[in-house]
């Protein structure tokens, strides 16, 4: 008869299959041979006043549960220029989700919800995007054609996003090669989800419509690591125009991936460029299985055409062992239903992702597009089985399977079960083709799931509420005339002044460069001391301590200045920093009183000198390295010493006991 | 020939030219600004002559400034069609059939490039193909009577409008549908209700506030809402339907004299005026409000009355109106005014010897108020008794523009003053009511304790 399946056998087989390796352990050289692929698409919130389309407040958020009224909406396909509904566009009309807007007066007017036409662009963010775009090298159009992007998850309540292009066929230049941009373009921000629960799903407006830019590259990169550095690269370009908003949610990336034989997954909405190297990893791998996968059904099976799943009702007290989740069974008519898959076993537990596998694209898809919450499914394969050896024999029995099938339990209302089994035969027969065309949801694990269908070029359409805006020749001259330097020349001037390199993602990031420098060149000063101070002294700071009010970059060339034209010696900025940045109110002579600075001569530091070596032989008996000597008593002249002479000299002074 | 170029002129069809590039190419367009590579668009004929429109292979288009041109190189041609996926309507025995008589209405829509403007999908099969749930309600048919835009309905099209209703009603349909552009909707309906009536059936007009080219549309639904109304209510009325809130939740139906269009753009903007609607209709449900309505018959014993005198007029009063602005109304020919006044139904001394020298010239002038609420109450202060002793006569609380047509259609039957007064004083269908109810007047002031409260819960 049957012989039992091993799910963990079979997955770790399969993870061996697929060749997966851990991220720390792949070479660049692995990457190269997969034919590894990445682009990105990163959304950065411009800093303006208003909103890109109306004139609501730009950045004011609410609380998740805060409202004032509701709208409740549906999105249906429409028909694309082309003549045809698109893809994504059916998926989503399936799912017929109640879409819920939770309103607030404040930060929503009547084009939020999609009740009045858009007024005229915002300038403001028009100059701001036409500035990103010409950092990025690209061609400016000669006039702004407003476009809408389908979108029909709801997120947005008109259906669609508002979105123009400014510039296309740019390119960065990264430490070892060149990204081209592909266009770079101005669009209203979406709504933030509250929840999506079954058929509801609400959102709230206070971010909709928010202006952004949104950065699009080819896919040149061919490592998760050159994915990273691109995303930063485009992050402090961006945040060198300091026209751009910063915190949480400010910058959002949406990541593409593909491998040799492979499709286009964009991996949507990261919101750490330091999540993309191991996310971007374990999709090549998830693609790679699914390639494996693809190749075994193809074996198994010669004719996909034919292939259908079978299903059969089963009634809740012939599963002792499971309860079915209520969640899904709240429908007047609700059922349970077993699935035989024709030829699937060692699939539904083939590995696709770390801790995750093939099933768990199915139970993703159950999800979204038949709204069944999870656990939606259990399945012949689980790593613990979940019901008992004598009701999956039962089931077999009723389904009359053969020993290679495999099976699936899922419950649901009648409507939602109908589009279940569509689902769960649809993503089988996709398997036959390799890797299905869609959107995914990334986890801070470095995996990810299933969003939604990845709609096509046909998903734009003319606004037809908008009139087109030209770019003037002029405009362009104006906006040169001040732009930032660029990102590659701050890193190649970074490392010349020979800063650590260790400080550049925090310089770069804070938009520090130009302080950095202003401050090297203005006061002659050290670059590596202000490299450090900034970049190591200053983040430290700033990672432990709360300023009772905002603190203003500039003020550490003020505090420069204050030193310097006090003669103090530059060591004493060290001791101020710290009580600067809590205090950023507080006057200089103030906070050099709280670092308890004393002036005295350097003679005088001088001499204590010889009392001090004194001192420390009779106290270190047994450690009587000269380091460790001169470490204590700079250690003891620090008090005294700091802001009153230059450590260096002293340290020289201490070791060799002679000035030069 | 200029088919080549749609909407293109001046510079930019002259740099078309030049480079021999028509729309619908694929062309590589070398400028100052860099390569650019797209589709050449029809630009819309509003827009200037300095840019050429280009889709992208992403989807997105751009305008290209034609002072940048350097060059332009055609690499291929592929002209766009567009086309509603038409499926044959099914026809279900048992199923109301309903008419849907088509005006230029965006119900269902495909979008026109040469404009950048919206144009209907009309026929059964291309809605079935938009909207599918309408073959669960009924079995439709449709004409397109004409296309015209909501504005640019008058006269001539009400009148053939009433004699196409009548002529479908005698051939024994269940229920017709208007699909009609919102700008003007409530005088078509207004003008409806007085030349249709003892309709055995109902009879609804229907448009959209978002047209159906994007997924929020309320066309569908409102098409929907209309149908079902329209196939199967027991309300044989000349309504309007359109959405309650401006959530997808219900429509409501509203009379054709009592009702308005009140909000430039939501889609909720239809409201019954001093009165209460006839009824709510969602997916699954008719919902009467009003108890007294004319219910559906069996007979086909509708009356249609086809007239409409065209020099009439609507004016709307403002403090310091000049008395000429009536003489050149009477000069002009204008046989009717109305006249929208302030509070119960006043205007200023000033024109008083204008209204007397139209009066003796034999215009009928009607009172309404431009409050839209409330009745015209002459009596009330001496410049109403002035005003009526010198031949204006109070509208009672018709709405002004429901006055406009009635005064149309009442002159178009006669030109006795005295039959025109009998016309237009003795309501046909709650144009003039006795009474207005509490609840017939709803203004919610926002900010008000009480009323937000109730806006967190209720969706308007
Ligand atoms: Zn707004």
């Known amino acids: ?68 009224a509701e709208v409740i909406r549906h999105m249906r396909p429409t028909l694309s220029e082309m003549g045809e509904y ?198 090549a791998f998830r693609q790679k299985a699914l390639l494996e996968v693809k190749k075994i059904l193809n074996k198994r099976i010669t004719d996909p055409s034919k292939w259908r799943i079978k299903s059969k009702d089963v009634s809740a007290s012939l599963l002792k062992s499971y309860n079915c989740p209520s969640k899904n069974l709240s429908g007047e008519k609700n059922r349970i239903v077993c699935v035989n898959l024709p030829d699937f076993r060692g ?26 919450e999870k656990p939606n499914m259990i399945h012949s394969e689980e790593l613990e089985p979940i019901i008992s050896e004598d009701e999956l024999s039962y089931i077999k029995k009723i389904l009359n399977t053969k020993e290679n099938d495999a099976q699936i339990i899922t419950w649901g209302s009648d409507q939602d079960i109908k589009t279940a089994l569509e689902t769960i035969e649809e993503r089988c027969l996709l398997a036959f083709k390799g890797i299905p065309n869609e959107t995914r949801k990334s986890f801070r694990d470095g995996t990810n799931i299933f969003e939604r269908v990845l709609p096509g070029p046909n ?73 450090t101070l900034i970049g190591h002294k200053l983040k430290n700071i700033e990672g432990k301590t709360n300023p009772v009010s905002l603190f203003n970059y500039s003020k550490i060339y003020a505090l420069f200045a204050y030193v310097i034209k006090n003669k103090l010696k530059k060591e004493i900025i060290k001791e101020m920093l710290p009580v600067m940045y809590k205090n950023p109110n507080m006057d200089f002579d103030s906070i050099l009183k709280i670092t308890k600075y004393e002036k005295c001569s350097e003679a005088r530091i001088i001499s204590f000198l010889p009392d001090l070596k004194e001192k420390f032989k009779k106290i270190n008996n047994s450690k009587k390295s000269s380091q460790a000597e001169s470490l204590w008593i700079m250690g003891e002249l620090h008090p005294i010493a700091k802001g009153n002479m230059d450590f260096d000299r002293l340290r020289r002074m201490v070791d060799g006991g002679k000035d030069e | ?92 025995k048992g199923k109301p059939n309903v008419k849907l008589f088509g005006t230029g209405g965006t119900i269902a829509s495909r979008l026109d490039y040469r404009t950048g403007a919206v144009i209907p999908a009309f026929s059964p099969g291309e809605l079935y193909g938009a909207v599918p749930e309408l073959a669960d309600i009924c079995n439709l048919t449709t004409e397109k009577l004409f296309a015209v835009f909501s504005e640019n309905m008058g006269p001539e099209e009400y009148k053939t409008l009433a004699i196409a209703i009548g002529e479908e009603i005698k051939k024994g349909i269940d229920g017709i549908i208007i699909g009609h552009g919102t700008d003007t909707l409530h005088h078509t309906a207004s003008a409806l209700s007085f030349m249709v009536q003892n309709s055995p059936v109902p009879i609804i007009l229907v448009g959209s506030q978002r047209s159906s080219d994007r997924p ?76 007294d309505y004319n219910h559906r018959r069996n007979d086909r014993n509708v009356e249609i009355y086809p007239y409409f005198e065209e020099k009439v007029t609507l004016i709307y009063y403002y403090p310091n109106m000049q008395p000429d602005i009536i003489d050149s109304l009477v000069e002009n ?59 204006i006569i109070p509208a009672e609380n018709m709405l002004p523009e429901v006055a406009y047509i009635k005064l149309g259609w009442a002159l178009g039957q006669t030109n006795d003053l005295d039959k025109v007064r009998q016309i237009m004083l003795s309501p046909v269908n709650r144009e003039i009511t006795e009474r207005e109810p509490y609840n017939g007047y709803l203004i919610f002031q926002g900010g008000v304790p009480g009323i937000d409260d109730f806006l967190k819960k209720f969706h308007k």
């Not at chain 2, 309300?235 to 308005?260: K, N, Q, W």
């Open chain 1, 1 to 68: 008869m049957d012989i039992k399946f091993d799910a963990v056998k079979n997955y770790e087989k399969t993870k061996k299959i697929v060749g997966y390796l851990p991220r720390e352990k792949t070479k660049p050289q692995d990457y190269y041979e997969m034919g590894f692929k990445c682009g990105l698409e990163i959304h950065q919130q411009l800093k303006t006043e208003k909103k890109l389309f109306c004139r609501c407040p730009a950045g004011l958020y609410q609380k998740k549960d805060e409202y004032d």
């Open chain 1, 86 to 283: 698109d893809g994504t566009a059916l998926m989503e009309f399936k799912t017929r989700k109640n879409i819920t807007y939770h309103i607030k007066n404040e930060t929503a007017c009547t084009y939020e919800i999609d009740d009045t036409p858009p007024f005229i662009l915002n300038m403001q963010a028009l100059d701001i995007v036409l500035e990103i775009s010409l950092l990025l090298n690209t061609n400016i159009v000669g006039e702004l054609h407003i476009t809408r992007k389908q979108y029909l998850d709801g997120s947005i309540p008109t259906g669609f996003q508002r979105t123009a292009l400014v510039g296309i066929e740019g390119e960065i230049q990264l430490k070892k090669k060149k990204i081209r941009i592909i266009q770079v373009s101005v669009e209203e921000d979406a709504c933030r989800e509250v929840s999506d629960i079954g058929h509801e799903r609400v959102y709230i407006t206070d971010r909709l419509g928010m202006p952004l830019v949104e950065m699009v590259t080819y896919p040149d990169m061919k490592t998760p690591a050159e994915a990273e550095e691109a995303g930063q690269y485009l992050r402090f370009l961006t945040r060198s125009t300091e026209r751009v908003r910063t915190g949480i949610g400010a910058a959002r990336e949406d990541v593409n991936v593909s491998i040799n034989g492979g499709t286009r997954v964009e991996i949507k909405g990261v919101s750490h460029i330091k999540w993309i190297p191991e996310l971007t990893h374990n999709e």
């Open chain 1, 347 to 372: 699939i539904l537990s083939f590995f696709t992702q770390p801790s995750k596998m093939f099933a768990n694209e199915l139970i993703d898809r159950l999800k979204v597009i038949a709204c069944l």
């Open chain 1, 459 to 531: 998903r734009m359409y003319p606004d037809t509420d908008s009139a087109p805006i030209p770019i003037e020749e002029s405009q362009i001259q104006e906006a040169k005339k001040s732009l930032p330097s660029s990102i590659a020349h701050r890193i190649k001037q970074l490392e010349e002044w020979k800063i650590p390199s260790d400080t550049y993602i925090y310089i770069l990031k804070q938009n520090l460069f130009e302080l950095i420098k202003k401050i090297i060149e203005d006061f002659d000063e050290n670059p590596i001391f202000v490299g």
């Open chain 2, 1 to 92: 020939m200029s088919d080549l170029f749609k909407g293109y002129k001046g510079k930019s069809l002259l740099v078309l030219k030049k480079f021999k590039i028509r729309v619908w190419s694929e062309t590589l367009i070398e400028t100052t600004r860099g390569e650019f590579k797209g589709i050449i668009l029809p630009r819309s004929e509003y827009d200037d002559d300095l840019h050429i429109v280009l889709k992208l292979i992403t989807g997105y288009n751009i305008g290209i400034d034609v002072n940048t041109i350097i060059n332009m190189k055609e690499l291929g041609y592929k002209e766009a069609h567009y086309k509603i996926p038409e499926k044959e309507f099914p026809f279900s």
């Open chain 2, 216 to 291: 929020s549309s309320d066309a569908a639904l409102n098409l929907i809402h209309a149908t079902k109304a329209a196939g199967q209510s027991d309300i044989a009325e000349v309504m309007v339907c359109m959405f309650g809130p401006t959530s997808d939740e219900y429509a409501l139906l509203h009379s054709g004299t009592r009702v308005r269009k009140m909000h430039s753009s939501y889609r909720s903007t239809f409201r019954t005026i001093g009165d209460t609607p006839i009824a709510m209709v969602d997916k699954e449900k008719i919902t009467p409000i009003w108890t």
């Open chain 2, 333 to 391: 020919g204008y046989k009717g005014i109305v006249i929208a006044g302030t509070g119960l139904g006043h205007v200023n001394k000033l024109v008083y010897p204008a209204i007397e020298r139209a009066i003796k010239r034999g215009v009928a002038i009607y009172m309404t108020v431009q409050t839209l609420w409330g009745y015209v109450h002459m009596f009330v202060y001496d410049t109403g008794r002035d005003l009526m002793s010198k031949g």
